[in-house]
């Protein structure tokens, strides 16, 4: 059975920062494409960042230069660092493995930015 969870969300100040991590069990991790993406009270889910097996990166434009995907292969785990936080950045944020047309789902995260 396959398992993303994704501990480490929370409240934070603006300028502040955080670091989601997202564990999985249940898939090859290695080979997976791993994602974080976001969805903010009355919008859509949208991407925020994705890291290849090769370990090839794509940032969102709005998280550019602020947040940073990474991945322990070792450790079946995924990270995504979110430093100079924004009150727009503010949403539940899911973990993403996908395989071809396979896409698994963590069950999310708050992340709340105050001003």
């Known amino acids: 059975q396959v398992q993303l969870v994704e501990p480490g969300g929370g409240s934070v100040q603006a300028g502040g920062s955080l670091r989601l991590s997202c564990a999985s069990s249940?898939?090859?991790?290695?080979?997976?494409?791993m994602g974080w993406y976001r969805q903010a009270p009355g919008k859509q889910r949208e991407l925020v960042a994705t890291?290849?097996?090769?370990?090839?990166?794509n940032h969102a434009d709005s998280v550019k230069s602020r947040f940073t995907i990474s991945r322990d292969n070792a450790k079946s785990t995924a990270y995504l660092q979110m430093n100079s936080l924004k009150p727009e950045d503010t949403a539940v944020y899911y973990c993403n493995a996908q395989l071809g047309t396979s896409n698994c789902w963590g069950e999310g995260t708050q992340v709340t930015v105050s001003s």
């Open positions: 249940g898939i090859i991790f290695s080979i997976h494409t």
């Open positions: 890291i290849r097996a090769t370990g090839n990166t």
